[in-house]
């Protein structure tokens, strides 16, 4: 066995998870749709069967004011309890077990109606709390309980109760947010007695032979967050009044720190959950950024945890765990941090799925079965687009040949897997590589794909995936060998000088700041990574924080855009600030309402407003966006076969990797 440790039973006393992963808690957006249940119960049957040792299913607040936003879901009443049966049958028919989430949003819910255990407006919600009675509190500790106790019914195998990322529980526990002066504040003691008789509640109402998990802060990473030594005081307490495994908490939602987003290294938080394994005896999850069988065995091997938890890698794979135990850790759809169907979604309050998987959350709508008629299918193009389809296509039995002009598959992708912090994009197109073998998909590198090739050979179809080219941009001076594209200087094809100005501030202008900023990744150097965002690894302050080192910047880069609109504010919605971070700690100067008028020996000629300015610098880099790439298109439509567009060469504007990816999956289900 490859995989000895993650794949190890662990034995809880009542009862045995079946090995050492943990399924970490994901809002689907599924809980509140109609019909989301039955939807629901499909993804985590998937997913148990996969190989999953135990599953946490999103929050699920245990009353009315705790909801994350007014239509969140909530358990709290015996009426409710038979659509969560629908879910817990599935996961056990599988094979699997499950647990439910109780969260209570505390102040931040998004509703007027949130509490708290202080007034204290949140800086990420626009409500700002009322301060909890005495009687709310106690009634809140009831509810939890009673929560417990329908999840029971309902079937679960346990319950996780949500006590990090600054949720209410979270914060009871911190002075940053209890102001209080009754029992339930002021003191360290106070301050815990919340959680503490929140578990001693549920552990009376649900009896010894119950999973309770409990999901404990081990690193606030905000100002007045919990020190060091309460966190082992309060998981020593938690201990004592009968948790049966402590989850990892990194990070509140406000903290100013990254904590999932693809450039936290792998694994990136483990040394927190190791720090406390010294203290407590109950089994210990870490958590984070633990998305390849390797790194979790070697979190576990090391003995830095007991379990480990990952929650996207499931989006990206639910076969996750049976891939690692027949040692096929190659064939895993790897989750690349990207956060953009998943968590972007949820904060949109759109259904969550996964670029990478656009399956995921989709199972009874996005179906591939056998062909009934194979047919011989051309694609042009393998970026993700033509290789999603290929590999969903040839797995229905279609006989697929793909064509790539380049020497390598992955289309853009290639150039983003550059950028630092982006190293995990090399994993997509390992696995699709994978795929595509595995699908007996016919690769033919450095082809062109062209009106030639389809009269020499019979196809019944014709897919063009050809993508996009940068946008070039016709102006006096524009044709200087000093002004290059994006595509150009990732390629290594030309060389940058120290004084640069990026024209354009979309998704690759950032990142091409970054990549001219910041001469080696701090992701694949973690102790860089901690020192560059100010994580305390010797936790001398409380919350785990450290003053940022800031790394000299070799060279002057001016960022620009013509919108006057805040510079960044089409990035993702959970990563766009960390963007907006990096561009600072490097010393990005950021100029918006810019219109450009030359280039010369002086430099970039451009105006802001009434303002005529002249930046000196040496190179200019087109970000300005891109064009599909249609050359052959009108050729394509020639042949006379049938003809579809996907990925960027079907619509340019607003492309990214999921639409690629997922119009590539549409498409081969169709066809
Ligand atoms: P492409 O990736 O452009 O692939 C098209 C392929 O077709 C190429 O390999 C090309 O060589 C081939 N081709 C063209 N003509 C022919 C022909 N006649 N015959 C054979 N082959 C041909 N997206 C995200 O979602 N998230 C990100 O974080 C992200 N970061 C990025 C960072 C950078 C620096 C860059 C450049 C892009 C980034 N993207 C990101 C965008 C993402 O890579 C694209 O949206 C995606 O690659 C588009 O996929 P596609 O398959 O439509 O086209
Ligand atoms: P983009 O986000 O559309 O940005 C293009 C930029 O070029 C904008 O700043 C635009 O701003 C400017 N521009 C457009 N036309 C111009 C013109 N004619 N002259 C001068 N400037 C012009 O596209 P992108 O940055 O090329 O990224 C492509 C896609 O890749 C994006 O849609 C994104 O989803 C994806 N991507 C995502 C990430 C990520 O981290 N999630 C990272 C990289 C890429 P003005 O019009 O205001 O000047
Ligand atoms: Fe992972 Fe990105 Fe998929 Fe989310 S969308 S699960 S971050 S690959």
């Known amino acids: 066995m490859s995989f000895p440790h993650l794949l190890a039973p662990l034995d ?37 069967a996969g190989g999953v040792g135990l599953i946490v299913t999103g929050g699920i607040s245990p009353n009315l004011r705790g909801r994350l936003a007014p239509n969140a879901t909530q358990l709290s009443f015996p009426w409710q309890v038979g659509r969560h049966r629908i879910v817990t049958d599935a996961v056990h028919e599988a094979g699997g077990k499950i647990c439910m989430q109780i969260l209570h949003a505390g102040r931040y819910g998004y509703h007027p109606f949130s509490l708290a255990p202080s007034a204290i407006k949140s800086p990420i919600t626009p409500f700002k709390p009322g301060a909890m009675s005495n009687r709310q ?70 009896g010894s032979d119950f999973i309770i998990i409990f999901r404990l802060s081990m690193i606030d990473l905000v100002e007045d967050g919990s020190s060091w030594e309460e966190v082992v005081a309060l998981a020593k307490a ?24 693809t450039s936290v290294p792998r694994a990136g938080f483990a040394w927190v959950t ?63 941090g990207c956060n953009q169907a998943c968590l972007d979604h949820t904060f949109k309050m759109q259904r969550a799925t996964c670029l990478v998987n656009p399956r995921a959350c989709y199972e009874t709508e996005i179906t591939f079965h056998p062909t009934q008629s194979p047919k011989r299918i051309a694609v042009m193009g393998a970026g993700p687009a033509g290789m999603a389809f290929s590999v969903y296509a040839a797995g229905r039995g279609h006989k697929v040949v793909l064509f ?15 950028i630092p912090g982006k190293e995990e994009f ?62 150009q200087v990732l390629n290594g094809e030309v060389e940058v000088g120290d004084k640069v100005a990026l024209i354009g501030a979309g998704g690759i202008g950032f990142d091409m700041a970054h990549f001219l900023g910041e001469k080696q990744s701090t992701t694949l150097d973690p102790k860089r990574w901690r020192a560059q965002w100010g994580i305390d690894e010797s936790y001398a302050n409380r919350g785990g924080l450290a003053t940022p080192v800031k790394e000299a910047t070799e060279r002057t880069i001016y960022l620009l855009q013509r919108k006057t609109t805040p510079m960044g504010k089409g990035l993702g919605k959970t990563t766009g600030w960390i963007h907006r971070a990096v561009a600072k700690m490097h010393g990005v100067v950021q100029m918006t309402g810019v219109s450009y008028e030359r280039f010369d020996e002086k430099g970039l000629h451009i105006r802001v407003g009434d303002d005529a300015q002249v930046l000196d610098v040496d190179t200019v880099v087109l970000c300005a966006g891109q064009e599909s790439n249609r050359v052959l298109l009108s050729e394509m439509e020639g042949t006379g076969k049938p003809v579809h567009l996907i990925g960027g060469v079907d619509v340019a504007a607003e492309l990214d990797a999921k639409r690629a990816i997922r119009q590539g999956a549409e498409l081969a289900m169709r066809i």
Request: glycine share 8%; net charge neutral.
């Open 12 to 48: 809880l006393g009542f009862t045995t998870l079946k090995n050492r992963v943990l399924m970490g808690s994901m809002h689907t957006g599924l809980e509140e749709e109609k019909g989301g249940f039955e939807k629901l119960a499909a993804f985590y049957r998937e997913r148990a």
């Open 238 to 261: 938690l201990e004592t009044a009968g948790v049966s495994i402590i989850n990892t908490g990194i990070g509140w939602h406000e903290a100013r720190v990254p904590t999932i987003a």
């Open 426 to 487: 090399n994993e997509t197109i390992r696995y699709f590589n994978e795929q595509m073998q595995q699908t007996g998909v016919e690769l033919r590198l450095n082809t062109r794909l062209d009106a030639s090739v389809l009269c020499a050979e019979h196809f019944d179809e014709v897919v063009i995936a050809s993508g996009v080219v940068p946008r070039a941009l016709d102006l006096p001076g524009f044709d200087s060998p000093k002004v290059v594209t994006y595509q």
């Open 404 to 418: 790539e002009a380049k020497t390598e598959v992955g289309g853009q992708f290639n150039l983003a897997r550059k």
């Open 274 to 336: 190791e720090r406390l394994k010294k203290e407590v005896s109950v089994p210990l999850v870490a958590t984070n950024r633990i998305n390849t069988p390797e790194i979790a065995e070697q979190v576990l091997s090391s003995g830095q945890a007991d379990m480990v938890s990952m929650a996207r890698p499931f989006l990206a794979d639910p076969e996750f765990v049976n891939k690692a135990a027949a040692n096929q850790s190659a064939l895993i759809n790897t989750c690349i």
């Open 137 to 206: 509190v106690r009634g809140t500790i009831k509810d939890y309980a009673s929560s417990a106790k329908l999840a029971k019914k309902a079937g679960y195998d346990g319950v996780e109760v949500m006590g990090s990322e600054g949720y209410l529980i979270n914060q009871f526990i911190c002075e940053r947010t209890n102001k209080r002066t009754d029992d339930w504040g002021g003191s360290f003691e106070k301050r815990i007695r919340f959680p503490l008789e929140i578990v001693r509640a549920i552990r009376a109402e649900v």
